[in-house]
Nanobody, 124 residues
Framework: QVQLVESGGGLVQAGGSLRLSCAAS????????MGWFRQAPGKEREFVGS????????HYADSVKGRFTISRDPAKNLVYLQMNRLKPEDTAVYYC?????????????????WGQGTQVTVSS
């Protein structure tokens, strides 16, 4: 069982930055992949990026590559999504997710555990 709690969403102007946090609790983190997804109104949930807890390997969607950075703090069981140069099209509810195993990291249906989501709104 994995429990996830996101924080850090809010309203920001285009070009600004926000950092989301995800507090994770699990019995073991060895093979966990932590993912970030987002869902805008009327759109499907989409992959933003992911990080392997062990080793810290990251992957990003093309739409955020170079602007967003995912990191983790194993000592605090926290995962971060640093979002820079935000655009209005980044507006969405952002979700932290977790799965065991390193395959299908960009497929939301393969993630078994989800946080409650946090709203990010980017004004133009």
């Amino acid at each position: 069982q994995v429990q996830l709690v996101e924080s850090g969403g809010g309203l920001v102007q285009a070009g600004g930055s926000l950092r989301l946090s995800c507090a994770a609790s699990a019995r073991t983190f060895n093979t966990i992949v932590m993912g970030w997804f987002r869902q805008a109104p009327g759109k499907e949930r989409e992959f933003v990026g992911s990080i392997r807890w062990s080793g810290g390997t990251t992957h990003y969607a093309d739409s955020v590559k170079g602007r967003f950075t995912i990191s983790r703090d194993p000592a605090k069981n926290l995962v971060y999504l640093q979002m820079n140069r935000l655009k209005p099209e980044d507006t969405a509810v952002y979700y932290c997710a977790a799965k065991y195993g390193w395959s299908s990291i960009s497929t939301h249906s393969d993630y078994d555990y989800w946080g409650q989501g946090t709203q990010v709104t980017v004004s133009s």
